[in-house]
């Protein structure tokens, strides 16, 4: 059995790991604020992200996944369809990827 010593040291180091994680992303804004580098990737990764995504979809639609790459495909629509209208990145990759999972899903509800 695993003494509480262990679990309380564990513990402790994970927060002290997390807390020092996000304190250093805070301090490197600070400090890359007016860098130039930061802006062009900053501009430059939302089209690298869509790119992997729909270089992904095409590797699905070769590899015949469940849905024959029908709900990846419309996943992908989806996503850049909602970052043409909302331009943020976050909301588009979660709508993205809820389509997918849900129409992923949809053949096993009905087994």
């Known amino acids: 059995?695993?003494?509480?010593?262990?679990?309380?040291?564990?513990?402790?180091?994970a927060s002290g790991v997390t807390?020092?994680?996000?304190?250093?992303?805070?301090?490197?804004?600070?400090l890359w604020?007016?860098?130039?580098?930061?802006?062009?990737?900053?501009?430059?990764?939302?089209?690298?992200v869509l790119t992997v995504l729909a270089l992904w979809?095409?590797?699905r639609l070769r590899s015949g996944s469940v849905t024959g790459g029908v709900a990846e495909s419309v996943a992908l629509a989806v996503t850049v369809?909602?970052?043409r209208w909302r331009h943020h990145l976050g909301l588009s990759l979660v709508a993205g990827t809820g389509v997918?999972?849900?129409?992923?899903?949809a053949p096993a509800l009905f087994h």
Not at 34 to 48: E, F, N, Q
């Open 1 to 13: 059995m695993t003494s509480g010593w262990y679990v309380a040291a564990a513990i402790a180091t």
């Open 19 to 30: 807390f020092a994680l996000r304190a250093a992303s805070f301090l490197a804004r600070a």
């Open 33 to 48: 604020r007016d860098s130039g580098l930061v802006a062009r990737v900053a501009r430059a990764l939302p089209l690298g």
């Open 57 to 59: 979809v095409i590797t």
């Open 81 to 83: 369809l909602v970052h």
């Open 100 to 105: 997918c999972v849900a129409l992923s899903s």
